[in-house]
């Protein structure tokens, strides 16, 4: 299931996944994620920046959705002050 956290004005999504098969005590975990502005329309292009660990593995789902969060606040605070589209025009 999807869970947001929210950073510098900003919503940090992510989706821990399994990395193979069914679940087992000894299952490893990836994450899918996104970032958005408070009530965007995260589907719409241009709305979200989205991004996921599928390389290296987590022993559980909340050592996943944790180091999302964690991916997710780093881009938030590397977005510049005015939004990712500032200084682009």
């Known amino acids: 299931m999807w869970d947001k956290i929210e950073h510098n004005g900003y919503e940090v999504w992510v989706l821990p996944i ?8 000894t299952t490893l975990w990836h994450y899918s994620a996104y970032i958005c502005r408070h009530g965007a329309d995260a589907h719409v292009t241009g709305q979200s920046i989205r991004f996921e660990e599928l390389a290296a593995t987590f022993r559980s789902e909340e050592e996943a959705r944790e180091a999302g969060y964690v991916e997710g606040k780093r881009r938030v605070d590397m977005v510049p002050e005015g939004g990712w589209g500032a200084g682009n025009g």
């Not at 399994?18 to 005590?25: E, Q």
């Open 18 to 25: 399994l990395a193979y098969g069914p679940r087992t005590p």
